[in-house]
């Protein structure tokens, strides 16, 4: 059995960003306004014109103009889009709750509609939606911004060119074509966006929310950052510490370490997300093989089998054919890269990710059988709904225009594949896969100064609330621990269980977000949560 419609959802959801909210309204002119206080001196505090989205009339869509560059907030805007859920208890708003779902390049807008949706759950109860505008914003080149970043002519060009090439790269011609891609997928960034990459970095995007707080009427700013929005948080908390209102962070990005450290290293050795993934895949086996029956997969051994699996076809990749006749090849960097994402997300390691690697597992033995046909078809599948369109699709050139300016990366190839020999020995399945990641940022074209290094510790004029899972494959609970040493006026919250995004894997977090948000009551030091549900469990 494949993936349900729902289950893709949350997969584009989680992995890779859905854009499906049209009709945003026209952008609104700008007035000249006194600077917002402890932004930035002369920039034109937007005025927001609301007006009911044009296929979601209960929630409110517009577009805030923001200077290109701060260096010159007299001289050329862009717009950032922006989605509304207000307040459905008006009387008694608190005042507006900004989310960023983070990547960087994830579209906020159409996170919120998905959430309002019930397509995906709320980081919220009925407490803060009653009591707040909850406020979803596209940043600058991404979602329903205006520009948005472009590295090709066409979404079958980049589609082309990504399928040129595997996630992971195996010999020394694989290797080679990567490097050739990257070249070109850098090239085409840089020429079809040259003035928005310079100006793409999160320094720019952190101005940019206090103006929009300016612009919501805030004296401070209520936020609520995902992943990438804690590093984005903690970088408004450093500029701008004053302005800090009630802040939660969910799912934590270590923003030191994600931009510095020894030369040639990435973000993912850096922080340890390598890692951290192979923790949570060996989580993966122990609940697997605990569950027994339950468990499709590994037929009580799902390490060894999964060792057995990816060891074969690593050696030869196997051919199967889908039901349409076309040839699909089921290979070491499909299955290790489709299991680094289903991982993401507890609930589908049963249905999804135990299913796909029993049907890969009897595929090695007979691909003619019918099994193997109907995963050729899902293989299919997802590849058509977007999963497996490649490195340079989706919020792909956001997330590099930003992560490649500023972070520190490995800046030649010879360094990039010593950095991939050096991480697979201490992350065997994860190590190459997260390290060419960052493949793309070898002569990326823009740099940019980072803004998580250096100025800590931050003491910020209200508590910021962290929360985190203890087995989490993008953000490892120790980067959450050290954001609490970095924001000493914070407390941690750690979701005993597994997943990204923990408001996702725990009503319990749902709740102590909440709690904090409506009536700035933050939990005991050292309060923990339980998951909602331990994966291969009965009932």
């Not at 049907?359 to 058509?384: G, K, T, Y």
């Amino acid at each position: 059995m494949g993936p349900t419609p729902r289950q893709l959802s949350v997969l584009l959801t989680v992995l890779f960003g859905l854009s499906w909210l049209g009709g945003l309204v026209a952008p609104a002119a700008s007035s000249a306004q006194p600077a917002p206080p402890g932004g930035v001196p002369d920039v034109a505090i937007p005025e927001l014109d609301w007006a009911s989205c044009a296929d979601a009339p209960e929630l409110d869509c517009a577009h805030a103009s923001v200077p290109l560059d701060y260096a010159k907030p007299e001289g050329e805007t862009i717009t950032l889009g922006l989605v509304r859920a207000p307040a459905t208890e008006p009387e008694r708003r608190i005042g507006a709750l900004v989310i960023n779902r983070g990547g960087p390049g994830y579209s906020a807008v159409d996170y919120l509609r998905q959430v309002h949706d019930g397509i995906v759950a709320s980081p919220v109860d009925d407490r803060v939606r009653a009591r707040y505008d909850l406020i979803g914003v596209d940043g600058r080149g991404s979602g329903h911004a205006d520009p948005v970043v472009r590295c090709f002519d066409s979404e079958p060009e980049a589609i082309q060119l990504a399928g040129s090439v595997p996630a992971i790269p195996d010999d020394a011609a694989q290797r080679a074509a990567r490097m050739r891609a990257d070249r070109t997928y850098a090239q085409g960034c840089h020429t079809r966006s040259r003035e928005l990459l310079a100006q793409l970095h999160s320094t720019a995007m952190a101005r940019d929310l206090d103006v929009l707080r300016a612009a919501l009427g805030q004296t401070r700013l209520n936020y609520l950052g995902q992943s990438y929005g804690t590093y984005l948080g903690a970088g408004y908390a450093k500029l701008f510490p004053e302005r800090v209102g009630r802040f939660v962070f969910d799912s934590v990005l270590d923003p030191v370490r994600r931009d510095q450290g020894a030369p040639g290293t990435t973000i993912s050795s850096r922080i340890g997300t390598d890692i951290a993934t192979e923790q949570t895949l060996a989580e993966f086996f122990r609940l697997c093989a605990a569950a027994g029956s339950r468990c499709s997969f590994g037929d009580g051994d799902p390490a060894g089998q999964f060792r057995e699996l990816t060891e074969r076809l690593r050696a030869a990749p196997l051919p199967l054919t889908a039901s349409d006749g076309a040839r699909v090849w089921l290979d070491y960097s499909y299955v290790v890269s489709w299991t680094g994402g289903w991982l993401y997300q507890p609930e589908l390691w049963s249905q999804v990710g135990a299913t796909f690697l029993r049907s890969a597992w009897d595929a090695l033995a007979d691909p003619a059988a019918p099994a193997a046909v109907r995963l050729a078809d899902e293989i299919q599948q997802l590849r058509q709904a977007g999963m497996f369109a490649g490195p340079y699709t989706g919020l792909n050139p956001v997330f590099h225009a930003v992560t490649c300016a500023e972070a520190q990366a490995p800046r030649t190839t010879a360094g990039l594949h010593a950095l991939v020999r050096e991480r697979e020995r201490r992350a065997p399945r994860f190590g190459a896969l997260r390290a060419y990641a960052a493949s793309p940022c070898v002569g990326w074209p823009v740099v940019a100064k980072p803004l998580g290094v250096g100025g800590w510790p931050v003491h910020t004029k209200h508590p910021v609330l962290i929360m985190n899972s203890r087995f989490d494959p993008a953000t490892p609970v120790w980067s959450a621990e050290r954001m609490g040493r970095l924001l000493p006026n914070s407390r941690l919250v750690v979701n005993e269980g597994w997943g990204h995004v923990t408001t996702q894997q725990s009503q319990c977090a749902v709740r102590t977000a909440s709690e904090y948000l409506v009536h700035n009551r933050l939990p005991d030091q050292g309060a923990s949560c339980v998951p909602d549900s331990v994966p291969f469990s009965a009932g």
